[in-house]
């Protein structure tokens, strides 16, 4: 039963489709809630599934993460470190972004009392 | 019960439309085969015995693609500046003080703050040897300062050693990129000497652990800023309407 799972194929698949599922889940939330903090926490879900996917998709069965120590001397049989380099980079700059709408959301709150996306019209008057 | 009130149309309709593009997006990432990306990472893990860092994900973020990094830190200061600026636009401040309650709570919480800082610590100086690193320790450190602030309400950071250990680490990262390019002329040039002794000690790898030094100061001082104006948003909201 495990043996199946021990296959690099597999596993990218069940990557594939976890983390687009994933990532479908926070589409939903965009598209239909109108609180404007389950918006911003719906993107940070959809962040966090290409997280997964592109941390995923570059593991291979038989590498080991890209570190060497007193038993394995040489940089050989390592999983890509490119992918999780970007990935580093970009889970700092999801976070930032994510900060910055929390502290627009709680301006606009502040200033109108409301947080409801779909009567957000200040602009046309 | 009311279904439709439950479970509007357009919920219905647009969980629909999801599932039919994750289907879609699904069924073209499995054509996708991960041989066609393997050259890069190659190049990279065969040049790494050069900077002489343990860990290669730490030598790619620091050194291979650097300049990067300082656009990434660069981000994180933009990012910090906009919340302290609109945040601190319309927080009323009062000068009440909340009665602390319990003392087992305070000197717990000054028990562990000392010793959350000293992890943040480790993972910062060992992230050239071991999973971790500036970013990740710096948040390790602001996390201490999130349980300091749930602990005591009354606790205040000090905006002026913060501001300054924020900008001195950020003017010694780009002195660091710029001195890399008069000595080695590449910017963020490996000037330091970097073999010493043996790969895996914690002094190697020339300037890598020192930009993950700098970056570690810089991240830990913006996160406890965006961490405390967050939690005195609320804070000032009961004390002073009380």
């Known amino acids: 039963m495990l043996d199946f799972f021990n296959n690099t194929q597999t596993i990218h698949m069940i990557i594939i489709i ?4 994933l990532f479908f889940i926070g589409f939903y939330g965009i598209a239909t809630q109108k609180n404007l903090v389950k918006v911003l926490v719906s993107f940070d879900i959809m962040e966090s599934a290409l997280f997964l996917f592109f941390i995923g998709l570059h593991y291979q069965v038989g ?3 890209p570190i060497v120590d007193k038993n394995l001397k040489t940089f050989t049989g390592m999983v890509d470190p490119v992918p999780q380099a970007m990935i580093l980079t970009t889970i700092v700059i999801g976070l930032a972004v994510l900060a910055l709408g929390l502290s627009f959301g709680i301006e606009y709150y502040k200033l109108t009392g409301r947080n409801d996306i779909s009567k957000m019209n200040e602009l046309r008057d | 019960m009311n279904l439709k009130k439950v479970l509007p149309l357009k919920h219905i309709v647009l969980s629909l439309l999801s599932s039919a593009l ?9 054509q996708v085969k991960t041989d066609m990306f393997k050259n890069v990472g190659a190049i990279y893990l065969n040049l790494n015995m050069q900077t002489a860092a343990a860990n290669a994900v730490t030598s790619v973020v620091t050194f291979f693609r650097g300049i990067d990094t300082v656009g990434e830190v660069t981000v994180l200061f933009l990012a910090t500046s906009g919340v302290a600026l609109m945040l601190s636009a319309t927080q009323r401040t009062c000068d009440k003080v909340v009665k602390q309650e319990s003392f087992v709570l305070n000197a717990g919480s000054k028990l562990l ?11 910062i100086i060992h992230g050239h040897l071991s999973p971790g690193g500036g970013f990740q320790g710096g948040v390790v450190i602001a996390t201490a300062f999130l349980l300091l602030f749930l ?12 501001t300054l250990g924020e900008s001195l680490s950020g003017a010694t990262y780009v002195l660091v990129v710029i001195i890399g390019l008069f000595k080695m002329n590449i910017l963020l040039g490996n000037f330091l000497p970097h073999p010493i ?7 190697s790898g020339g300037i890598i652990p020192v930009v993950y030094i700098l970056v570690g100061i810089k991240v830990g001082s913006e996160m406890s800023v965006i961490v405390e104006y967050f939690v005195k948003e609320d804070y000032y909201k009961e004390v002073c309407d009380a």
């Open chain 1, 18 to 21: 976890g983390s687009m599922a």
């Open chain 1, 63 to 65: 590498l080991v993460a």
């Open chain 2, 22 to 30: 994750l289907l879609s997006v699904v069924g073209i990432l499995m």
């Open chain 2, 113 to 123: 703050l000392s010793v959350i800082i000293l992890f943040g610590v480790y993972v």
């Open chain 2, 151 to 162: 602990a005591n309400p009354n606790m205040k950071l000090s905006h002026g050693i913060l």
């Open chain 2, 197 to 203: 002794g043996e790969i895996g000690e914690l002094i």
